[in-house]
């Protein structure tokens, strides 16, 4: 049973484990109190991952291991946040009953290639291809003597393939993309796959429709499901600026642009509905989330409210 089946999002299950990790350590001010409680609040989704991690660190404390003991008696310091961040996680994997590669609470450990959350890392392949993958992304990679095959077990790659005469494929959960020379970027979504094609082309074949694939040209971009694909439409042009470290916005909805600069920031990020609507335009570095914050009280009528590290509100201006 994964955290979706339990009625939890794995990045709802991530903060839950971040809530826990802040509370424990030494002693809670009210602020801090204040802002886990509107958190736990905002959503039954918060309290159902809450109880569930709660209970994981129940068993933890259980636990006669010297890894255990060790962390949850020691003093607070980053090793131990780490550390116990760590316990948690493999606590959720074992009371689920299933192996790691099955996990979605946290990116999959047994990757033969991951990102952690918030950084992006890039690898060449040993085809000559460069594989970028975004903040909190996985890929297993296996290639042999007729064929090279990428699985993405979550988040986003970007791909610049090398010519080779062995076919190339990507798997994602809802199915499978051919790539032809060029650069493609295939990011997983909660049901279906997004793909845009740079340069280059792909066929694109959901999983009932193996047979009957879309040619995705250059500039072009769809998501699909198990079943179907929408209608492919103009690839954004500043979709691959990740891959640099910078969030490019071009007339876009605040309330999207803060989802998705939140991908690259622990905790949570409230967006006031109030606001949402506005557009924001420019070039932000993904690397300083905190100045991209900044940055928008220069651009358009808002203040930031920080309860804590991990709880900020975008807000209209006073």
């Known amino acids: 049973m994964n ?11 991530e903060q839950a484990v971040h809530w826990l990790v802040e509370l424990q350590e030494g002693a809670t001010d009210s602020q801090r109190q204040q802002a886990w409680q509107r958190w736990l609040e905002a959503d039954a989704e918060h309290r159902r991952a809450w109880e569930h991690i709660q209970q994981i660190n129940l ?10 003991h060790a962390t949850l008696k020691a003093p607070p310091s980053a090793a131990r946040r780490r550390a116990l961040k760590a316990l948690l996680v493999l606590g959720v994997a074992s009371a689920t009953g299933l192996g790691l590669r099955q996990q979605q609470v946290l990116p999959p ?10 950084e992006r890392r890039q690898m060449p392949l040993d085809d000559g291809s460069q ?3 975004n903040t909190a992304s996985a890929v297993d990679v296996h290639f042999d003597g007729q064929r090279r095959l990428i699985h993405l077990l979550e ?17 994602t959960a809802q199915g499978v993309i051919r790539p032809q020379q060029g650069r493609i970027d295939v ?29 995705l040209q250059r500039g072009r971009q769809t998501r699909f499901s198990h079943q179907q694909w929408s209608p492919p439409v103009v690839t954004d042009a500043n979709g691959g600026a990740w891959i640099d470290g910078m969030l490019v916005a071009a007339s876009m909805r605040l309330g999207d642009f803060i989802e998705e600069m939140s991908r690259y920031r622990r905790g949570h990020v409230q967006c006031d509905p109030r606001v949402a609507d506005l557009r924001i335009s420019g070039s932000y570095p993904l690397d300083d989330t905190d100045r991209i914050l900044d940055l928008l009280t220069v651009a358009l009528p808002l203040q930031i409210t920080r309860r804590t590290r991990y709880w900020v509100s975008v807000e209209a201006r006073v």
Request: aromatic letters at 8%; zero cysteines.
């Open 3 to 13: 955290a979706a089946s339990r009625g939890f999002s794995s990045h709802v299950a």
């Open 59 to 68: 068993r933890l404390r259980g636990v006669p291991g010297p890894l255990a």
């Open 109 to 118: 450990l047994l990757a033969d290639y991951r990102s952690p959350f918030g």
């Open 131 to 133: 594989l970028h993958l």
């Open 155 to 171: 988040g986003q790659l970007l791909l610049s393939v090398a010519p080779d005469p062995r076919p190339l494929y990507i798997t």
């Open 187 to 215: 990011r997983q979504l909660a049901g279906q796959t997004q793909v845009a094609v740079f340069e280059g082309a792909a066929n694109v074949s959901p999983q009932a429709l193996r047979g009957y694939p879309l040619v």
